[in-house]
């Protein structure tokens, strides 16, 4: 089972920013916290990850709470093309484990 | 996607032909893994494979699947005998060796559908 729990659906207004939110409450020490979004018909494509601190990149960025219970998505000005399913995914400190998906967050950017 | 290749994008089979999946990695990527998506529903792991070997296959059906990785060539997903319910989409991902924190990266999948 996913570990890993987060609304099944949001919407937001095209050019808003995007705050997707996730719960991990057993989360262990080792395993960091990925952020995919699989656009209808393509593969999941990867956003960001992190571990303790806040992590921004081109895309997004990544706040998890300083108990690491919890975290949020922040896509800052969102526009069509950030309609997706995204997943909150907790996994081992390991490039070698398999990923365990949720159901993730259907997102629609309303023009 | 760009980066891991899999091929073919779609393919049809009639019950009982076999299925053969391609999955070209991310250069330099020696982990490979496979995921299947039935419609409408989220995606499960099933194989991770090293070059020549399996390391984790908890996610492969006992009967009909098989997966490789050998040391020269692509990945290859195996499905024989196959049934209606294998119809889905097939997706690999690869990550780089030996590196912690680092993420797989998803090829778009090949649509399988059985007639």
């Known amino acids: 089972d996913a570990k890993t729990t987060q609304p099944p659906s949001m919407d937001c207004a095209e050019g808003r920013a995007a705050n997707l939110p996730c719960n991990h409450s057993?989360?262990?020490?080792?395993?960091?916290v990925y952020w995919y979004r699989q656009i209808h018909s393509q593969g999941p494509q990867y956003i960001i990850h992190g571990l303790k601190n806040n992590e921004t990149n081109e895309m997004a960025s990544l706040i998890i709470t300083e108990d690491r219970k919890s975290s949020t998505l922040i896509l800052p000005h969102a526009t069509l093309r950030d309609t997706a399913v995204y997943y909150c995914i907790v996994r081992e400190d390991s490039s070698a484990s398999k990923i365990i998906f949720g159901s993730g967050t259907r997102l629609s950017i309303r023009p | 996607n760009a980066g891991v290749m899999q091929n073919p994008r779609h393919l049809v089979r009639r019950r009982g032909q076999e299925a053969r999946l391609r999955c070209s990695p991310m250069?330099?990527?020696?982990?490979v893994y496979w995921y299947r998506q039935l419609p409408e529903e989220g995606l499960k792991f099933m194989v991770y494979?090293?070059?020549?070997?399996?390391?984790?296959e908890s996610g492969m059906p006992k009967e009909r699947f098989s997966a490789e990785f050998p040391k020269e060539g692509p990945s290859i997903l195996r499905i024989q005998q196959v049934v209606r319910g294998d119809s889905a989409a097939y997706f690999c991902a690869s990550s780089p060796p030996g590196r912690v924190g680092q993420p797989q990266h998803f090829g778009d999948g090949t649509r399988l559908s059985i007639l």
């Open positions: 494979l090293q070059k020549e070997n399996i390391i984790d």
């Open positions: 057993t989360i262990s020490g080792n395993e960091y």
């Open positions: 250069k330099g990527h020696s982990h």
